[in-house]
């Protein structure tokens, strides 16, 4: 490579650029440290002694002399509340807010911030005057978001319902959840005494409205439908019911397990119990589950006999083996005055009495609904959790089925 004599000026010249360059950045930095109040150090201090209280009031102090330090605290105040300090972060963005030098955007920052301390606590009302006080900023969505939260905590579902069209006029995003926020009203008029039918009635619309709108759901349709046969129920128009219950079986067959009980009821009430274990005997071998399997046996036991409703649980117990199913129809049978001949098959010459004990101890783990989400488990089904407050989570299957 041949050697050019200007490489021995250019060389030096970066040197000495790069020398000076780093010396003014030392300079500058030495000037802002010493800017910062004695205070700053002071919190920095206490901090690092693990005095958190004293470091609290030493940043108080700060912010009163240098207005550029608020970062600072909404730094603090989140840190507190994510290790569940929660009077520490209340102290931090109360005392922003105090301010009344505090820019607006900064104080609308605090208020936010201070309301999620607040519903982080748990103190409710609070909250929801802090949300309600930042709605038409910058931070709308968010707020009226987290009133919604609020609203469903309360059970207020009107408020709830009101609050999601408000964040439907801001923005396109669905709330799945709306239409069961109609369901829990139209529940509560068929649970009130007298039944506010005409109001129910509206409610159920609206459900059906908000789900279309949203992207209807097998969960929100299922929960509709069974709304809509309590209601014909309540009003003696048992057709009505059939209808709406068995519609279920063919637009959510994972939900037959649900509406089994309530339609044979209803088939029986119509004289046609026949009939109606036809459909859920029909039911099943389309689409197996434990609730079904549960009902059927029961039916077939009572109806028809012993050895039928055996018959069908061997066929059913061969095809998908499940300890549950077994432990179902054992319960059952030890219900009977005198059991059948076929429950003696099971296992010749054994107790049955301490053989569903010994298989019970392990179903019971088994008999339960489960949240997808947050993993809480329940004996009935919930259309939402009661653990994370997650909707539509739980599957309507019970444990031994989906493991």
């Given amino acids: 490579m041949d050697f050019e004599l200007w490489w021995l000026i250019i060389v030096p010249v970066l040197f000495g650029l790069g020398w000076l360059a780093a010396r003014f950045d030392f300079r500058q930095m030495l000037s ?50 994510r290790r569940g300090e929660i009077e520490r972060a209340i102290r931090v963005h109360q005392s922003l807010l105090s301010r009344e030098d505090l820019p607006l955007s900064d104080r609308e920052n605090a208020q936010l911030e201070l309301a999620q ?60 959840q709306l239409a069961h926020y109609h369901c829990e009203r139209a529940q509560a008029f068929l649970e009130a005494e007298p039944v506010d039918f005409d109001s129910a009635s509206q409610a159920l619309d609206a459900a059906e409205h908000a789900a279309r709108q949203n992207g209807a759901t097998p969960a929100s349709e299922t929960r509709i439908r069974l ?32 509406v089994a009980g309530p339609l044979l009821a209803c088939y029986a009430a119509l004289d046609q119990a026949s009939q109606g274990l036809a459909v859920l005997r029909d039911q099943y071998a389309r689409v197996p589950t434990l609730d079904l399997f549960n009902v059927v046996f029961r039916a077939l036991r009572t109806q028809e006999g012993a050895d039928t409703a055996w018959g069908f649980a061997r066929e059913a117990l061969r095809a998908h083996p499940s300890l549950l199913g077994l432990d179902r129809l054992l319960e059952v049978e030890l219900a009977q005055d005198n059991p059948s001949a076929e429950s003696q098959q099971l296992v010749p010459g054994a107790d049955l009495g301490l053989l569903r004990s010994l298989i019970h101890k392990h179903t019971q783990r088994l008999d339960r609904y489960a949240c997808s989400q947050c993993g809480f488990e329940a ?25």
């Fill in 227 to 258: 709304l809509r046969a309590q209601w014909a129920a309540r009003r003696g128009d048992l057709e009505s019911q059939r209808v709406y219950l068995q519609e279920v079986l063919s637009s959510a067959p994972d939900y037959a397990g649900l």
């Fill in 117 to 176: 301390d607040f519903l982080k606590a748990g103190m409710l009302d609070r909250a929801e005057q802090g949300f309600q006080a930042i709605v038409h900023t910058r931070h709308a969505q968010g707020a009226i978001s987290a009133l919604i939260r609020i609203y469903e905590s309360e059970h207020d579902w009107p408020r709830a319902i009101d609050a999601v069209q408000q964040l439907r006029s801001r923005s396109d995003q669905p709330v799945p």
């Fill in 379 to 403: 004996r009935r089904y919930y259309w939402q959790c009661p653990g994370c407050n997650a909707w539509e989570t739980y599957r309507p299957r019970r444990l031994e089925e989906i493991r």
């Fill in 32 to 81: 802002e440290t010493r800017s910062l109040p004695a205070s700053y150090f002071k919190g920095l201090n206490f901090l690092l002694n693990e005095e958190p209280d004293r470091a609290i009031d030493a940043f108080i102090e700060v912010a009163k002399l240098d207005p550029e330090t608020t970062e600072l605290h909404f730094a603090l105040g989140s840190l507190f509340r």
